[in-house]
């Protein structure tokens, strides 16, 4: 799989592989969806890889075609282990929904693996996706592991947001920042690999601030769906007190802030320098969720920072 942008972050992972000075723990930084987990895959695939070839200056080792590669790719290589919410709700026997934190048991399940000698890779890569959702617990069992990595463990940790890790993970780190992807290379990707036309393709990557994920759940829409740059955030917020909406409660909860963050990082691209305290504001509520604070209690304290900061923005004109 070929990796779309990121070339900075790119040359930190192919300098450090061909020095042999990797980090054997590392934080992938950068907006969700922009392809931080994608990327922490093609890094296993370095060591899982039969036949490495020579890579260009800034490009992974990896041939993408052997066996191994491809098992990588299918997630069935016994070396590479993926923890996100998929994974935690088969370990512990719960539904991928209720999967909202990484919870202890899943760290604790990557420490024994991590334990385990190779079998047919290099190293044993453990990827912690969504790693800025981790429980206090979680967080503190990770440290340990940090502190006294076993020989021959890789750890990837992909984090929308790096400062809701305890600094004691952060500083033990080698960090790697992901930047949105540029709207060009993101337009050509949704031709190529999505058969959007061209029109159509410039269209949703203008929409996507940068992110594959959002490019992929935006590439279907119709002119129906919730464009939140042309509402009220009240308006928006009122939306809430729907009975169906109460109903999902935190799932409904994440998936609002999800899109204001996203109608307000397309204001932002277009110049509104005012957007940035609200994104700000946003990102803390979305933190309070992570912190299984009651979805309402954050959305109205949300909803309380918004009207000050519009309030405050129209005393100023």
Request: with cysteine; proline share 4%.
């Amino acid at each position: 799989m070929d990796i779309i942008g990121h070339k900075r972050a790119l040359r930190y992972l192919s300098e450090g592989l061909r020095l042999d000075r990797l980090s054997p723990s590392l934080l992938f930084v950068g907006p969700e969806g922009v392809g931080k987990r994608s990327c922490a895959l093609e890094l296993a695939k370095c060591f899982a890889c039969e036949k490495p070839p020579k890579a260009a200056e800034g490009a992974l080792p990896r041939c993408g075609k052997c066996a191994a590669c491809r098992r990588v790719e299918s997630g069935s290589h016994f070396d590479i282990l993926v923890v996100d919410r998929r994974t935690q709700a088969a370990l512990m026997d719960e539904e991928e929904k209720t999967q909202t934190a990484v919870k202890i048991d899943a760290i604790r399940h990557l420490d024994k693996f991590l334990r385990l000698r190779p079998a047919e890779s290099r190293r044993r890569v453990a990827i912690v996706d969504e790693a800025h959702r981790m429980t206090i617990e979680a967080a503190n069992a990770l440290l340990k592991i940090l502190e006294e990595p076993p020989p021959l463990a890789q750890i990837v940790l992909c984090a929308a947001d790096e400062h809701n890790l305890p600094s004691t993970i952060r500083s033990r780190c080698g960090v790697a920042y992901f930047a949105p992807v540029a709207e060009g290379l993101l337009a050509e990707w949704l031709k190529d690999t999505q058969g959007l036309p061209e029109e159509r393709a410039a269209e949703v990557a203008d929409r996507s601030g940068g992110s594959f994920g959002k490019a992929l759940r935006l590439k279907d829409e119709t002119g129906d769906t919730l464009d939140l740059s042309d509402y009220d955030m009240a308006e928006f917020f009122s939306l809430l007190n729907e009975p169906g909406f109460r109903r999902e409660g935190r799932k409904n909860a994440e998936a609002a802030l999800t899109k204001l963050i996203e109608a307000a990082e397309r204001r932002l691209r277009e110049g509104s320098a005012a957007e940035v305290e609200r994104i700000a504001a946003l990102l803390e509520a979305r933190r309070r969720l992570d912190r299984n604070v009651t979805p309402r209690l954050a959305l109205e304290a949300l909803y309380l920072k918004l009207k000050d900061l519009d309030a405050r923005a129209g005393a100023a004109r």
